[in-house]
């Protein structure tokens, strides 16, 4: 399949679609020397690639980025232990994130660097759809970029400013020198220093993160600035670039509608970004069989806030409007309650407010729909936290959805308050969070806050309410067994003195 031409076969409509029409193939930078994504992603791809191809270095860039994400939401960006854990997401992914690790081949390189580019471009097609997918997918390329940049050697980010298509000027030594004094103060460099040291210039334009730091030196309506903050301004550069173009992307989508073979992928990218374990609610040997009478309970120690707000809802109002008894049903399955539990819990509730026929005639069904019973007969899994927030949101009498992104902020903020175990300003983070449009990190830090652990101290963050269940079971199992050992010891320790003063 022709990547390009399953865009279109319109040339002037993928131009604007992708910013200009020039292959990958001759792009100068997919050397040994330069890498290749040192060109910010400003050259599309322009070649022919296979269905399978294109599923492939989707999915392989989504998991990287995943990956990266993740790494960074347990360790602070560029520290050792960072760069130790996401090394080890690298090994199975054919792209080039830590110099040390690229390939000797200059082929094997070019080909890395190729899927590195594809796979960009893709999920910008696939994330173009709706805001929250474009400052998600903008926001996580930004400090990858940024990470990447960090491990390069100066020399190698230098010579590659020629194959960006962006105007940045290296200032000669004689440059320097005449504005030597006003470098030094308004970059707060050292004197000492100066002589090594490289500067640039851009339109100041460019430079408006600087400007507001207050570390550049403005003339003539250009910023002057040192090549540690050449960094700033590239990914900068990069996320403008890339929210630009998945705007356009967007207005043209519907040149897709004839190419039924790619929306689908599409599609499934960017509702379905959660790659981790389906939830179906089939039971490991040895689990525990979860029963109606145990939910009330475990939905205060372990439940996700969405379904929290879900089950209250069913406690108080004895019913749940469609959204939420599919969302709450399938997280329900997904955590191993059983059909006829389910029937049976949904019916007690229910039941208290309609006669029990009323409800076999119209609820019972879609329960059993949902466990596979009925209908198609195919079991369904329960919905990833991407899926809730970006498909059927709820109006102002539903209860469904995700409470960081469908609450308005005084709204949330109330919520969070009412939960006597988070401090004031726990809640702030999180609603600033949330505000910010980072609704799976706002709820890994409720996560956190709510299971006594430190920021960052869950590792991964929370993309799935079942995944929320699951991790939350595993440290009260964790803390129980603890406290069991740690009884145990001291018991032992004092049966001696118990026996000796028997004796004595």
């Excluded at 040192?38 to 492939?56: R, V």
Aim: hydrophobic content about 35%.
């Amino acid at each position: 399949m022709l990547f390009a031409n399953a865009i279109s076969d319109n040339r002037n409509v993928r131009s604007q679609m992708f910013n200009n029409q020039q292959s990958i193939k001759n792009v100068p930078s997919n050397t040994q020397e330069i890498p290749g994504y040192l060109q910010l992603y400003q050259t599309p791809p322009g070649e022919n690639i296979s269905l399978t191809e294109f599923d492939e270095i989707a999915m392989e860039r989504l998991k990287l980025l995943k990956n990266f994400e993740n790494c960074k939401d347990s360790h602070p960006m560029h520290t050792e232990e960072f760069k130790n854990k996401f090394r080890k997401t690298c090994d199975k992914i054919k792209l080039i994130v830590f110099p040390d690790l690229k390939p000797t081949s200059s082929e094997d390189i070019a080909e890395l660097w190729r899927r590195d580019n594809i796979g960009h471009f893709i999920l910008r097609l696939a994330f173009c759809r709706t805001p929250e997918n474009q400052k998600w997918l903008t926001q996580i390329e930004g400090d990858l970029l940024r990470f990447r940049l960090r491990q390069e050697r100066e020399v190698v980010v230098d010579s590659s400013l020629s194959a960006v298509n962006f105007p940045i000027h290296k200032l000669s030594s004689e440059e320097k020198k005449e504005m030597e004094e006003d470098l030094e103060h308004a970059c707060q460099v050292l004197s000492i220093d100066m002589k090594n040291k490289a500067f640039y210039k851009v339109d100041f334009i460019d430079a408006i993160e600087l400007i507001r730091r207050g570390s550049v030196h403005l003339k003539k309506g250009f910023a002057y600035f040192p090549f540690e903050d050449l960094v700033t301004i590239l990914v900068s550069k990069m996320k403008n670039t890339t929210m630009a173009a998945m705007a356009r992307a967007f207005k043209h989508l519907a040149i897709l509608e004839e190419e039924g073979r790619l929306l689908p992928r599409l599609a499934r990218l960017s509702n379905n970004a959660y790659s981790g374990k389906d939830y179906n609610g089939e039971q490991a040997d040895g689990s525990i069989i979860i029963t109606r009478h145990m939910i009330d309970k475990l939905a205060v120690r372990s439940f996700a806030p969405c379904m929290k707000q879900m089950h209250k809802n069913l406690r108080l109002n004895h019913h749940l409007k469609y959204g939420a008894r599919r969302q709450y049903g399938l997280f329900l399955k997904g955590i191993g309650l059983s059909l006829e539990e389910a029937i049976a819990m949904m019916r007690d509730e229910f039941t208290k407010k309609i006669p029990s026929d009323k409800f076999d005639k119209e609820y019972s069904y879609n329960i059993r729909y949902m466990y596979g019973k009925e209908g198609r007969r195919v079991p369904q899994t329960a919905m990833s936290c991407a899926t809730i927030i970006l498909n059927n949101p709820p109006s102002a009498t539903d209860c469904h959805g995700c409470p960081f992104r469908h609450s308005e902020k005084q709204v949330l903020k109330q919520k969070l308050s009412g939960e006597s175990i988070l401090k004031k300003d726990q809640v702030e983070l999180i609603v600033d969070l949330a505000e910010s449009n980072q609704y799976d990190k706002a709820c890994t830090r409720y996560f956190e806050f709510t299971h006594h652990l430190e920021e960052g101290g869950l590792g991964q963050r929370i993309t799935h309410p079942n995944q929320y269940y699951e991790e939350s079971q595993k440290i009260i199992a964790e803390r129980i067994a603890a406290k069991h050992t740690s009884d145990s010891q001291t018991s032992q320790k004092s049966e001696p003195k118990e026996e000796q003063m028997d004796t004595q």
